[in-house]
């Protein structure tokens, strides 16, 4: 590493539009670093492909798959320079972003995550609601994949309303996201069982008032999130 991270230069705040030709597509959804950055310079860059038939019913967001870039750069130049991004299709990396394939549906406020349980295994958190409509009752879904590029398959989900200090309560639950580098090696109450710190925002249900929106933890271990 050099003194400013893993880029070569020192970074600077820039614009990011995403890739010429992405219509329909949000790229920066979410990005990883490749385990193997510092020989092959690979950065992976999530988008949100919007598959929404009523373009007037915002609120529905689980209309969004989600498609994957790999960009090789190592400056922020480099990162902005689309000729060093390619784009998974099929099984294999291609040059036109419309040619996305989806790895991962009716997705939205995703994390991927590595599960240090597993030798190959890559965990994707996304918001999930009961009934589709009801943040009041959201539950936290868990797909899984082998691979980066996936495809996630579903694997389990958390229903944040029945853990400690929610129950029976009435709140809007949103802003839901993993952190593998905030997570603690253990789950609670266990010495040896890796566990997921996981984030999210609830404010009552029947207020607007700024001051009730609070931040929320949970930690689960991988044995419950990827079985």
Known sequence: KTPHG??????????????????GIFWGAFFVKDSGYAQNHYIYVYGYKDTRQDTKNLDKF????????????TTAEGFLNYANWQYWSNGAWVANPIAATVIAKNVYDISIVKNPNKASSYVLTSPRNSDDTDNANVLIEFQESSSLTGPFVPASRFNLPTYTNEVGSNYWRYAIHAHAGLSSNEAPGSSDVPG???????????????TQYVPRFVNLPFSQVAP
């Open 6 to 23: 893993d880029w070569t230069t020192p970074p600077q705040q820039f614009k990011f539009d995403g890739p010429p030709g992405s219509d």
């Open 62 to 73: 689980y209309d969004t798959d989600l498609v994957v870039a790999r960009v090789t750069a």
């Open 196 to 210: 997921l710190l996981i984030d999210y925002v609830r404010w009552p249900a029947d207020s607007l008032d700024p």
